[in-house]
Structure formats: structure tokens, C-alpha cells
């Protein structure tokens, strides 16, 4: 199984990001997470879901960012509106059923 991030951009304070995460190949993967990395930080998680739909939030992210997923496109989703210059990361992806990560896309937000 390969993850493939992308949408990842340059937007001003407030704006708002779609980020997608596709599994290639045609296994399912029900367990998806997405994480950042910010300069000189530690990875965390941003968000979670189950196969099941049951998601998590990061209390820094809650009620702005929302994951999804469309199983169809075996393709997992963060939208994220009101972003904050803070929110600037690389993102990555992550399965936890296979223990694999995409390769990250940059998230830049200007004040």
C-alpha cells in the first residue's frame, strides 16, 4: 500500500484547504490519520478515522477542520477552514492497519 498526499498551498489567515490522501491499489484500509510537522516540532496527530466513521480531533483543530473519507476512491480528506498561521505544517497521512505514511504536503498560512 503507497499514500499519496496532495492540496497542500500557500493561503492567507482565515482561508481554507482540502487536503487528500489516496491508497493506491485496491485493498481497503479503514484506519486513517492525518499528523503535521512544524518547524523545529514534533510530529502530532492532526485527526482521525475509523473504518467505522468514529473521528478525532486535535483540540487545536476542533470544530475547524474536519476529516472524511469516500471509500469508493479509497481516499481520505482534511478539510480545514479558518486556518491559522500556527496551523502551518507538513502534513502527512498515515494508515495505522498497515503502519504506512504518505509523503507529506506543505501548509503554509500567511497572517
Known amino acids: 500500500v503507497q499514500l499519496q498526499a496532495s492540496g497542500g498551498g500557500l493561503v492567507q489567515a482565515g482561508g481554507s484547504l482540502r487536503l487528500s490522501c489516496a491508497a493506491s491499489?485496491?485493498?481497503?484500509?479503514?484506519?486513517m490519520a492525518w499528523y503535521r510537522q512544524a518547524p523545529g516540532k514534533r510530529r502530532e496527530l492532526v485527526a482521525n478515522?475509523?473504518?467505522?466513521?468514529?473521528?478525532y480531533y486535535a483540540d487545536s483543530v476542533e470544530g475547524r477542520f474536519t476529516i472524511s473519507r469516500d471509500n469508493s476512491e479509497n481516499t481520505v480528506y482534511l478539510e480545514m477552514n479558518s486556518l491559522k498561521p500556527e496551523d502551518t505544517a507538513v502534513y502527512y497521512c498515515?494508515?495505522?492497519?498497515?503502519?504506512?505514511w504518505g509523503q507529506g504536503t506543505q501548509v503554509t498560512v500567511s497572517s
Open positions: 478515522i475509523s473504518g467505522g466513521g468514529r473521528t
Open positions: 498515515r494508515n495505522y492497519n498497515c503502519d504506512v
Open positions: 491499489g485496491s485493498i481497503y484500509i479503514p484506519d
